[in-house]
């Protein structure tokens, strides 16, 4: 699912509730340094017709417009969320962007919480680190716990380490949350691989963790979602130590 506008919504978000969307890749294709097997927007290789990315004035004019016209009609923002057709950090004027929603949050709906979902692999930018200090919620993804691994799922653009990532989330001490699909395929599945990543989390210790499975169709084919009872029994181990945990099917 394609967003064909800079500032989309709101929308329902089943981990963010009324969440206002901003897309800071092409509106006509798809931009990121990963080609996730279940991503809903597709394979890289099928959206690179548009390559214009927004400005940080673009985003500053669609976002005021949107704040602007919900407030109006009551509609209620709980999250202002950086999503999109691809990865939104890659965007260079993100740290800009994100002062820049700050303030207009802060001037329309000051209770929303400014999300961004991210793959985490520019987090070790001291730009890109310091912007997502100042959002609410830094939702950094870790789907699996070894580069290898990660090739399977995440398909890097690039050379991929693990290692640095993790090294990039740990200066956040803690104050981030962790995001993790589950999913099953042939060959693999995520509760396989679940006492890697289970290290991994105790080791970044993350204040949330939001754990989710396939919920629309996806481009690789034959994979399987889990049940929320089967991702309850796989993090119980981190539960019973206190982590939170959102579990969402």
């Known amino acids: 699912m394609m967003r064909e506008e800079t500032v989309f919504g709101p929308i329902r978000s089943r981990r963010l509730g009324s ?5 800071l890749l092409p509106r006509n294709g798809k931009l990121c340094n990963f080609d996730c097997i279940y991503c809903e927007c597709g394979w890289n290789k099928d959206g690179t017709g548009d390559r214009l990315l927004p400005t940080a004035e673009d985003v500053r004019r669609e976002l005021s417009a949107a704040l602007e016209r919900c407030k ?19 965007n260079p004027q993100f740290a800009e962007i994100i002062d820049i929603t700050v303030a207009l949050r802060d001037k329309h709906y000051p209770t929303a919480k400014i999300s961004v ?9 001291d730009s890109v680190f310091e912007a997502l200090r100042k959002v609410d919620n830094p939702i950094m993804k870790i789907d699996a716990p070894s580069s290898e691994l990660a090739a399977l799922i995440n398909r890097p653009v690039g050379h991929y380490d693990l290692e640095k990532v993790i090294s990039s ?7 981030f949350i962790l995001q993790t ?5 042939p060959g693999f599945s995520s509760g396989d691989w679940a006492d ?7 080791r970044l210790r993350p204040r949330e963790i939001m754990v989710y499975t396939i919920d629309r169709e996806t481009p690789e084919e034959d994979l399987e979602k889990y049940t929320v009872e089967e991702m309850e029994a796989i993090t119980a181990p981190l539960l019973s130590e206190g982590f939170s945990i959102q579990i969402k099917g």
């Not at 969440?19 to 897309?23: C, E, K, R, T």
């Open 169 to 175: 989330l740990e200066r956040f001490n803690g104050d």
């Open 196 to 202: 890697g990543w289970m290290d991994i989390v105790r």
């Open 19 to 23: 969440s206002l969307g901003i897309n």
């Open 117 to 125: 979902l991210s793959n985490a692999t520019l987090a070790w930018k």
């Open 181 to 185: 699909m589950f999913l099953k395929a």
């Open 72 to 90: 109006a009609d009551g509609t209620p923002i709980d999250s202002i969320t950086f999503s999109g057709d691809g990865e939104p950090t890659l």
